[in-house]
Every structure is written in C-alpha cells, then in structure tokens.
C-alpha cells in the first residue's frame, strides 16, 4: 500500500467515524430519580436538567452526583453497543 493509498483510506475511516459519532449524538435518553430529570445523548453530553421548582440545591446535589454518573455509565454502554453494531465484525467483537 503507497502513501496516497493510505491517505484515501485514512480519510474514509475518518467519515465513519464521524457519521457513527452523528448518530450517537442523535440518540436520547432520560433518567430520573426524586424530583430530578437529566436527558443526556449517546455521547454522553447532558442536554437538559429539570427539577421542581420548590428544591434546593443542597437537597439534590448528591442525587444530582448520582444520576450524572448514571447518565456516562448509560451512554458508554450505548456506545460499545454502536460500535459492536457496526464494526462488530472487523473488530472481532
């Protein structure tokens, strides 16, 4: 295999990359626990926090914590679930 070669081939794993990083971008999910909401992508970015209007944020900043953990946990499995999906086969997955 030449340079060019490898160039072309470098370039084409870059667009697969960045259409499976676009989907999972795409993908919602939503966890809640007590008066607390956190929708968060397949990246792992949250998106939106909700909670009542009434609490502090003393009260929930543990739960807070614990659903933000949650949602990085949700979204590495949902991204080793993506890439087993579309490279499964030439990883050996």
Do not use: H
């Not at 960045?18 to 626990?33: N, P």
């Not at 970015?45 to 609490?55: F, P, R, T, W």
């Amino acid at each position: 295999m030449n340079i060019a070669e490898l160039i072309k081939s470098l370039k084409g794993f870059e667009g697969l990359l960045e259409s499976f990083k676009d989907e999972l971008r795409q993908r919602r999910e939503m966890i809640q626990k007590d008066d607390l909401t956190i929708v968060f992508n397949g990246l792992g970015e949250v998106l939106e926090i909700k909670c009542s209007q009434d609490v502090k944020f003393g009260d929930i900043r543990n739960t807070l914590m614990e659903l933000l953990n949650q949602a990085q946990d949700i979204s590495r499995d949902m991204m080793m679930q993506a890439i087993k999906k579309r490279f499964g086969g030439i990883l050996g997955f």
